[in-house]
Each structure stands twice: as structure tokens, then as C-alpha cells.
């Protein structure tokens, strides 16, 4: 047990430092202007059409940092910030998300993938939180209710592993083009960079502590097993 809260805390410390981080660049490279001076809407736009795809449409959402590619819909989602700033956080993001319906467009498996664990990982989220709580509760008379919460758990842990593939192709795309298609220069490059490459930290982050939450779920059922 001991262990496994070190493991918590350690998590949740490097996920607190890269929102940390994250946050700060992207402050800081949203201040900087991309050499064409377009906005996150029409870098959208542009990629979107440089990759071949006219059923997508690009859109305004509110919120901060709500950006994200909708497949039901076919629309890239940016948020106000990104949807009309010329900064090379909002290039970077605004590329990013289209990186993702070029996944779509194409069939990028780990995408599939990720599109067919929704509605496992729906229903999931819902109930695992409460079987587990019962589980744990009742660990040493009914350890079968404990065992079902971790196999619900095990599907959101699974649902984050596939993201990764999903997110670092999706900005791996972004930068590329964006460095084809002249959107960013030398210097923006690596700025647009190292904002993407942060943000990805995040999910690997999210990733090992689901992992580590997942591994202390099933050595409580270990150790109520054992008595």
C-alpha cells in the first residue's frame, strides 16, 4: 500500500509540473506572432485543404483550451483563443487538431481504435468509480464486485494508452506541414515544437497514472484475497 501511495504522489507531482510548463508556454508562445500573420482558423482551413479534405468544417468553441477534433460531426473545434489569434501556439494547435481528421480521413488504426473504446469506456467512466467503492468496501466478503471495478478500470487505462499513438501522430502531421507549407519559419518551428511535444507529456503522464491507479486497485484485491 505504502508504495503504491508514493507512486500517487510522484504522478501526481510531474502531472502538476507539465500542466505547469504547458500552461507557461503556451502564455508565452501565444504572444508571438506566426511570420504570415494567419490565424488559427485559417491555418485550419489551409491544412484541411492542403491534405485533401472539403467535409470538415472548422468552428469556434468556448472554453480554454477545448480544442478538439469531432469525427461524428466532421468539424475541428477551436477555441476562441486559437480560432482568431495569429500566434504560433494557436498555428500549433489549430494544426494539431486537423492532424487528427487527416487520422480520420486516412483510417489511422490507433484512431480506430480509440473510436471503438468509446462507448466501453462510456459506460466505464459511469459505474467504476461506484463498483469500485463498493468493492473495496466489501473486499473480504465479496471480492468478485472488486474484480469487476478493475476490469472497468482497466478499460479507461487501456482507452489512455491508445490516445498516445493517437495524439503524438497527430502533432507529428501538424508540425510537418506546418514547416512545408511555410506557416511556421526557423525559429517558430521550434517554438510550435516544444509547445506540441509538452502537451503530449500530458496524456503520457495521464497514461502511467491511470496504470499506477489500475496496479493499486488490483493489489487491494491481491491483499483482501490473502486473508
Given at each position: ?7 500517487f ?75 482568431g ?16 481528421a ?44 472488486l ?81
Open positions: 500500500m505504502f508504495i503504491g501511495y508514493i507512486i504522489g510522484v504522478v501526481a507531482l510531474v502531472s502538476w509540473l507539465i500542466q505547469r510548463s504547458l500552461k507557461s508556454k503556451f502564455e508565452r508562445y501565444s504572444k508571438i506572432r506566426v511570420p504570415n500573420g494567419m490565424t488559427g482558423k485559417e491555418v485550419a482551413q489551409k491544412m484541411l485543404r492542403d491534405s485533401g479534405i472539403t467535409d470538415v468544417t472548422v468552428i469556434s468553441t468556448s472554453g480554454h483550451l477545448t480544442d478538439h477534433y469531432n469525427p461524428l460531426t466532421k468539424t475541428v473545434n477551436l477555441s476562441e483563443n486559437v480560432y489569434s495569429n500566434s504560433v501556439a494557436a498555428a500549433a494547435i489549430a494544426a494539431h487538431e486537423c492532424g487528427h487527416v487520422q480520420h480521413a486516412f483510417a489511422y488504426t490507433p484512431l480506430k481504435m480509440r473510436s471503438a473504446l468509446v462507448p466501453v469506456v462510456s459506460f466505464a467512466s459511469n459505474w467504476m468509480q461506484w463498483v469500485l467503492l463498493a468493492g473495496i468496501i466489501f473486499v473480504n466478503s465479496f471480492p468478485q464486485l474484480l469487476a471495478g478493475i476490469v472497468l478500470f482497466a478499460m479507461t487505462t487501456l482507452f489512455s494508452f491508445v490516445t498516445l499513438p493517437v495524439e503524438i501522430d497527430a502533432s507529428k502531421r501538424a508540425l510537418a506541414w506546418l514547416n512545408g507549407a511555410g506557416i511556421t519559419n526557423y525559429e517558430t518551428h521550434d517554438q510550435a515544437k516544444d509547445a506540441l511535444q509538452t502537451a503530449a507529456y500530458t496524456y503520457v503522464v495521464a497514461a502511467l497514472g491511470s496504470l499506477a491507479t489500475l496496479v493499486y486497485y488490483i493489489m487491494i484485491f491481491m491483499g483482501g484475497n490473502r486473508r
